[in-house]
Every structure is written in C-alpha cells, then in structure tokens.
C-alpha cells in the first residue's frame, strides 16, 4: 500500500500543575574528534565495542587502524596486511574480537585488543564481501562474491561453508537480536536465513526468498499485530530498488507487505527500527517519515516531515536516548521523542558539518549515551547525546552528571546561583554530595572532591566488595557493602573507622545513610538504629514487625520513610517511636524525597508519576499521613481531598523537592521545574489581590490541606466567606490547633464555638483534647475511644452520661467511679421507668439503694 499523506501528530503529554520552567537547553556537548592525522582525506568508517568503551576506526588507503577510548585518547594502533579499502569493521556481542573486512583480500583479519594479537581467518580463495557477528552466539558470518556463506565459532575456531546458498555476491544481512539466525541478501535478487549450523529457516516451497529487485539494507524488525501485544513477530525488513520496503514474517513469507513511498521523498538512504513502536526511514530529498509499526496502521505516515533542504544521507536511532538523529546537507538534526507519538526536533542540538564534508555514517552507542559520525573528508565526531540520570542531594543543594567526567553542583531551585564543577577522575555509576565533599565511585572504589569553587581530589578509597551505596556527611562517609556498613573520615586523619553489624559473621543491613550527626541503618529483620557519631553509640533503636528494604530518612533524621518487605510504607518518628502506616502508597516507587522546606511534607516517585504526603504530627487521635490531591470542601466545611498523582514529562526523573518545587533531571543533563499539584497557587505567603476569586479559593483550599493556617487566615481575610472560615476552623480542629481554630470560628462569627474553645485551651492532654473535638464533630464512638485512653478516662463516662447513655455509663463506672453508681442507676431507672419497662426500672432502683449505703437517695 501506498502511504497517504502525513498525518502529523502533535500529542504531549498532560502535564499537571504549573508548566515545566526549564533552563535554556543546551547544545550537545563534543567528547572528542578524530582527524586525517589518523585516517587521512578520504573515506573513513568506525565501530563502536559494545559496552562503549573503545571505538575503532580506520581511513581509506589507511594501513593503520586506530582504537580510541570514550575520551578519544588513543589506545591502540594495529597495522594491516594491506592498505586494501577496509568496508566492515564488526565487534563480536562481548566485545572481545575486531572482524576487519577487506574485499579483494583472500581472509577476514581479526583483532582481539585483550591480546592486542592481529588473525588471519582463511577463506580458501573465497573473496569475502560481508561479515557480521551473531547477537547472541559466538559465531561470524561471512558472504562471499561468489554466493557463497561461512560461519566461524570464535569459541571453538571451527569452520563451515555453506556451498551454493547464492549464485551471486553476498552484499548484506543481519542476525536476529533474540534468535541465533541470520538472514543473507545477494545480488541475484534473493534472502536465505540460516541458523547458526548453517540449515535453512524457510520452508522448503520458500527457500530461497525471491524478490523483484536486488535487496539492500537488510534488518530484522518488530511488529505488532495489535496495539495490546507485548510481543514481537519474526519480521524481516528489506529494502528493494532503493525505492520500497518489504516487510516479510518469516511464519508467511509468501505473504510479504510492500510499502512504496511518495516520489517527493525521492530514494531510500536509511532507515532504522525505533524500539517496538516505530520504523523510521530518511529519503535521499531530506525527508524523515516516521511509521508505526502496528499492522493495522503501518499504511499511515505519523510523521512526515522534510527536514533539510537538499539532501540527507543517512538516520539513525536509539530508543534509550528517545532520540533520531538524521545527517544530510545542512549538518545534523536530532528529533526527540516525548512519548506517545510526539516526535519534535531538538533545534539546540543541532549540528553543523563543514559544509564541504558529507556525512557517510553515523551511529547511537548502544546505552545511547554517544552519538558518533565520520565524514567523507577522513574525520570522526562523537557528541554527548545522553546522560544516565545520577544526582544526589544534600539540604537543599543538587549534584548531578552534567557530562561523562563531570559532576555540577548548585542550588536546586536557585536558577541564577553560580555553580560548581567538579572533574572527576573516572565516569561515574554512583554520585553521594555532603555539606563540604562529593563523592564519585564506580565498582568498589570511591573518589572524594572538596565541594567548594577549588574543587581538589582529598581522597581515594578502595573497598572489599561492589559499593551499593554511599553517604556524606560533613566529616564521615558511610559506605554500604554486600550487607555491611563501613563508617570512615572523609579525609585522611580525622578519626577512626566503625563497621556494622558489629558481629562480623552479619551481613543483614539492606539501607544506610547518613544525616546529620547520626547513622541510620536498617536490617532485614526489621530493626531500625541510629548510631550518634559524636557519642559513638548507638542513641536510638526501633523494632519493625517486618524486615526493612527501605529508609528514607528527612535531612534532620527527625523522621524516616520505611518500606518493608511487604511494600508496605510507614512513617517513623524517632522522638516518640511512633510508627503510621501510609496509606495510598504506590508499589512501583523508586524513591521518597523530602521537601527541605517543610519537613512534613514528602513525596514518593516512580517512573511517571509523583505522589505527595502530608505528616501531621499533632491531629485527631494522634499522628497521621495523608496523600494529597485534588481538594474539595463539602457543604458541612469538611476538607476532602481525593489523592491524585502528578505526571511528571517524559524522560524526565524527579532528584530535589524544595518549598513544593520539583527539580527533574532530563536524558542530556539540564534540570527543570514544576509545582506539586498540591502547592501550584502556593507561590509565595503573600497575598495575590490581583488574581481572581476563584484562584484565590483553590489557594485557600490548598494552604489547609498543607496546613499552612497563617495563610490560609491571610487568604481568608481576603475572601471573607463564613463557610470557608468554618472549613479553617474544622480543620484546625483536626490538627489540634486550638488557637488558629478559635482565630477563625470567631471570623464566621460563632460566638458559642469560640466560648466552648476557650474551655479546651487549657486542655494538655493530646488524647482527651481529641475526644472533645471528636464529640464535637458527632463521632461519639471515637471521642469515648480517645478519653478512655487519656489520662483522664472519666471524661467519656461524662460524656455518656450527658447524652444519658445509661447502659455505657453503668459500663465505665464499675471501673472508673464506683462512687457514682448509685447516681447512674437512678437515672437509668428514671429512664426505663419513663419507658414503662418497670421490672427493669425497680431492679436499678433496688441497685442504686444498695450501693448508696447508709447514704440512701430520695426517689
């Protein structure tokens, strides 16, 4: 089918809160380049090792091949056989053999940079035209100009030829990502696939597979046969006369699908899968189509869009950057994908090539960190395309990998602070930022930086073991190994070393940090210590009914996230060993972030979504946690919030939480920001006059679900509605707060409210103070609960008995007053007395008289 016009999708993802306030994007920053000094002017070609560690490249006419490490410093130089044109050069899956394909040479030369030893792979006369490694086996595949095939174990160095598979050259082929079968296209216009003993994976009526033109550009890609399906068919690409692309299942292969595109487009140049959703294919005049790969639609073009003026010459992608990269007359241009089917360019990232140099190839690294291309002219670029989100966080302050050796560290939501930068001797996996240090390591070694403008190198340190994770303090670093915390100095001479558990046959700690003056660290039986650094003892210890994953303690240590082996999340406090669970918590968190501004308000993050939670310390009954949301007030002023998430963007990772500030980290390293939903109109504690009612209405609503209740009177003054006063009053209510309650009872006004107040002020008593309110609000059965735990448990036979429910009076009095039984079977003799239930009546009658005494009632 011919694809129609372009339908154009301009779909992004619903951000909800304030916009995304993102600094200036940056330009791709330029890790190295490779010039004629070691290719020449002609041609060059190059190859990635998998893994990204070492790119080798070589020039045409060039006897030397060059390899350079990811900072572009040579490491190696291998001299060939010959200075015949070098065409191929293929890394095997583990990085440990170099094929070198020369046409015309009777051999494939492999190099293996371990030995740094150059082989001779001989082919028997046969003249070697392609070669290519299996991605999952140990075997090479090598077409050759008279049709034949030969596959090579690297493991074994034994040797197969497949005789009579083509009649002509072998000019291309790809191996299966998952399978070991590879699929060979030849001159004499046909495709054989072959597994890795060299049988045929076609049936016989379909083997070989014949086509109409000579195939080029040959790939296995994915498809989906419906948008549901996680699954991917066994799909080869091809394209035919460099005009059309021919998908063939090799379940059906007499059955293939032939996409023809728009003659504007002008010829094929390159195409790539994108992940498991897209196919995108760059034309000769500049174009860049973007197809989805389900079936049902694969006849429409998402996106179409003609990207330079002249010509292009090659694309390529990557699904881990999110990024398309297309090269063509007039430089380099990246498309991002945002999700969805958002494909947008990156105009920052642009790229210009010397206007007199053609790019003839161009790759991502496979982590999709490095975007490489050479030039017709003998030179090799290689851009920084994508950073892994590393940051760390101390107070208020952010470290984070702004490029592969560099770590910058600023105020997080101070956008004009003047950062730091530290080089780092190595590319970092981990990151850990203190008040004065920042912390770099990767495997089982740790570089220590002072954090101030001279940042300097103060110490390097190797452990026993992977480092899981690592914490700063101002003069301590606790370092988490294999279930064993190592406490040491920061620097070189400022005091001794502490290991934990102190048993050294236990290797049960699951979380560590550091915060403050103390260590907190947690086991998988379930205990919770805090060790004080200056007492050198352990201050402080928590028993949990399950084992620990997780903590996340706040920057004081005043309180801590826990996460246990059941994923259920609970808030400690170490003040009063009071332990709430959180309800609402999501299974797929990833990390919990507490606000440096206001330690009761924290966030759980997973890989779309931020969910905020509100600790009240002081409330009905005592601690409480809450997710916020959307928030409502009912006809009776009681505060409803609904818990809701907030999105976060794509490709975006949330690393800080200042004042209800989000700071995210995005795929190249730039930060940006957004306001939780539950803060958005939170901007400052000023009152905005200018802005309508109704905003100022949600900012009311927002400032007592964060029970922020001088601004909400502040905004409420403003307002002057006697149902928002009676929700603040409620509300305060809820969290105990007497006096702001009593501020805004009297704003309603309800006078009769303030008067009953005044009374409950003096109350210290947090339990019986929470069985007033609850009476207060109707819920009886609560406000008993809460009085008969205070310290004044008479408070709830009072109120039975002010309600002149008698049965539950008689109940409490037995133990709370004996004396005031007589005074209580009376009255409930009144009661059934007045009711008519006589016999009922005269028995509490006789009750009461007996436990009078001498001291006999008048009835």
Not at 55 to 80: H, K, T, Y
Not at 152 to 165: A, E
Not at 558 to 583: E, F, K
Not at 614 to 643: K, M, W
Request: aromatic share 8%; with cysteine; proline share 4%.
């Amino acid at each position: 089918p011919r694809a129609g016009v372009a339908r154009r999708a301009v779909l992004r993802p619903r951000l909800l809160g304030f916009p995304w306030r993102a600094r200036p994007p940056a330009a791709m920053k330029k890790l190295f380049t490779l010039g004629p000094q070691y290719h020449g002017h002609g041609n060059v070609i190059f190859a990635w090792q998998p893994g990204g560690s070492l790119v080798a490249s070589i020039g045409e006419g060039q006897r030397n091949l060059f390899l350079f490490d990811r900072r572009g410093a040579q490491v190696d130089e291998v001299p060939l056989k010959s200075v015949s044109k070098v065409t191929q050069l293929e890394w095997d899956r583990d990085g440990e053999v170099l094929a070198i394909l020369q046409p015309g040479e009777q051999n494939v030369l492999l190099w293996r940079p371990a030995e740094r030893k150059l082989e001779v792979l001989e082919m028997n006369n046969k003249d070697p035209s392609w070669i290519a490694w299996s991605k999952t086996g140990p075997h090479l595949m090598i077409g050759t100009a008279r049709g034949n095939l030969l596959i090579y174990n690297k493991r074994t160095t034994k040797k197969q030829t497949l005789m009579g598979k083509h009649t002509k050259r072998v000019m291309c082929g790809a191996w299966h990502p998952s399978e070991n079968i590879c699929a060979c296209g030849s001159e004499d216009k046909t495709i054989t696939v072959s597994n890795e003993d060299g049988d045929t994976e076609l049936k016989t009526g379909d083997d070989p597979l014949r086509l109409k033109n000579e195939p080029s550009m040959v790939q296995f890609g994915h498809i989906r046969s419906d948008p549901q399906s996680s699954g991917t068919d066994r799909l080869l690409s091809i394209v035919i006369g460099e005009v059309s692309l021919l998908l063939c299942d090799l379940r059906n292969p007499s059955k293939p699908t032939e996409l023809s595109f728009q003659q504007k487009y002008g010829t094929i140049k390159s195409y790539s899968w994108f992940g498991d959703s897209f196919l995108v294919i760059g034309f000769s005049l500049g174009y860049v189509i973007i197809i989805s790969s389900q079936m049902q639609e694969m006849s429409e073009e998402l996106s179409s869009v003609k990207y330079h003026a002249n010509s292009l010459d090659c694309v390529c992608c990557s699904k881990e950057a999110d990024k398309i990269a297309s090269a063509g007359d007039d430089g380099i241009r990246i498309i991002g994908y945002n999700g969805g089917r958002d494909f947008k360019e990156l105009k920052s990232e642009r790229v210009q090539v010397r206007p007199e140099s053609r790019v003839t190839h161009m790759s991502y690294s496979d982590s999709g960190e490095m975007l490489t291309f050479c030039t017709e002219s003998g030179w090799v670029y290689c851009y920084l395309a994508k950073l892994t989100s590393l940051s760390a966080v101390c107070n208020s302050r952010l470290a984070y990998l702004t490029s592969l050796r560099e770590v910058t560290i600023r105020e997080g939501a101070a956008e004009n602070a003047s950062p730091i930068v530290v080089s780092t001797d190595v590319e970092p996996t981990f990151l850990a930022l203190g008040p004065t240090h920042v912390a770099t390591g990767m495997n089982n070694r740790i570089w220590f930086y002072s954090a101030g403008q001279q940042s300097r190198l103060v110490n390097e340190r190797g452990y026993h073991g992977s480092v899981e994770s690592v914490s700063l303090n101002a003069t301590h670093a606790c370092v988490l190994i294999e279930g064993r915390v190592y406490l040491h100095p920061i620097e070189h001479g400022d005091g001794k070393d502490f290991q934990f558990p102190r048993k050294e046959d236990e290797r049960t700690i699951t979380c560590a940090t550091i915060v403050g003056n103390f260590l907190i660290y947690a086991q998988s039986n379930g205990r919770l210590q805090y060790f004080s650094l200056s007492d050198q003892k352990e201050v402080n210890e928590y028993n949990h009914e399950q084992g620990i994953k997780r903590c996340y303690p706040n920057q004081e240590g005043t309180r801590a996230v826990l996460i246990d082996t059941t994923g259920q999340a609970w808030l400690y406090n170490p003040v009063n060993d009071d332990c709430v669970p959180i309800r609402d918590f999501p299974n797929s968190t990833e990390r919990v972030m507490w606000d440096t501004s206001d330690s009761s308000i924290f966030v759980a993050c997973d890989h779309s979504n931020i969910y905020t939670y509100i600790y009240t310390h002081v409330a009905l009954g005592g601690s409480a946690v809450r997710c916020l949301g959307n928030i409502e007030l009912t006809g009776e002023g009681e505060l409803h919030i609904d818990p809701a998430p907030m999105s976060l963007g794509h490709g975006l990772q949330a690393v800080l939480l200042v004042d209800g500030t989000v700071v995210c980290q995005q795929a190249g390293g730039v930060l940006s920001q957004q306001r939780l939903r539950a803060h958005e109109l939170l901007a400052g504690v000023g009152i905005p006059t200018a802005d309508s009612t109704e905003r100022q209405r949600v900012s009311f609503r927002q400032a007592l679900g964060l029970n922020r209740f001088q601004l909400a009177f502040k905004l409420g003054l403003a307002l002057n509605r006697p149902e928002l006063w009676k929700a603040m009053g409620r509300r305060c209510l809820e969290c105990l707060d007497i006096v702001w309650a009593k501020k805004a009872y009297r704003q309603a006004p309800e006078p009769g409210m303030v008067l009953y107040l005044e009374r409950l002020q003096s109350v210290e008593d947090k339990l019986q103070l929470s069985g007033h309110v609850a009476a207060l609000f109707s819920n009886f059965t609560k406000a008993a609960d809460y009085f008969s735990k205070s310290c004044c448990p008479e408070a709830a036979l009072d109120m039975h008995c002010d309600f002149q429910q008698w049965e539950k009076a008689l109940a409490l009095a037995q133990t709370l007053a004996p004396h005031q039984l007589p005074h209580i079977f009376l009255k409930s003799a009144l009661q059934h007395e007045s009711k008519g239930e006589n016999q009922q009546a005269l028995t509490h009658f006789e009750q009461a008289m007996r436990d009078a005494g001498n001291a006999r009632p008048e009835h």
